[in-house]
Nanobody, 125 residues
Framework: QIQLVESGGGSVETGGSLTLTCDAS????????LAWFRQAPGKEREAVAQ?????????FDSAEGRFTVSKENTDRGRLLTLHMTQLRPEDTAIYSC?????????????????WGRGTQVTVSS
């Protein structure tokens, strides 16, 4: 089991920056992928960025070049961070972190089974 708790959401103006963190606790010896997803009102949830067990990062769509995902080991598991810059009104959404235990290569986006409750990010124009 992996427990995920996000923090760092808030309101910012267009062009601003925010950093989200996710405390991922559980069996820290398990290999697991971590990711950020977001869901805007009236839209499907979408992947934003993920980082695999080896630290390789993948960015999806508009996150490329503006967002940076990273992780570090903690006593309880991992701390996942999403640093967002050049924020736009269309980035407004609830951002959730997710985890999947993965012993193989890659992190299939549809295999995330552990989820945090999410944190609201609002970007005003």
């Amino acid at each position: 089991q992996i427990q995920l708790v996000e923090s760092g959401g808030g309101s910012v103006e267009t062009g601003g920056s925010l950093t989200l963190t996710c405390d991922a606790s559980g069996n820290k010896y398990l290999p697991f992928c971590l990711a950020w997803f977001r869901q805007a009102p009236g839209k499907e949830r979408e992947a934003v960025a993920q980082i695999d067990t080896g630290g390789s990062q993948t960015y999806f769509d508009s996150a490329e070049g503006r967002f940076t995902v990273s992780k570090e080991n903690t006593d309880r598991g991992r701390l996942l961070t999403l640093h967002m810059t050049q924020l736009r009104p269309e980035d407004t959404a609830i951002y959730s972190c997710a985890a999947q235990i993965n012993y193989g290569a890659g992190c299939p986006v549809n295999r995330y089974v552990y989820w945090g409750r999410g944190t609201q990010v609002t970007v005003s124009s």
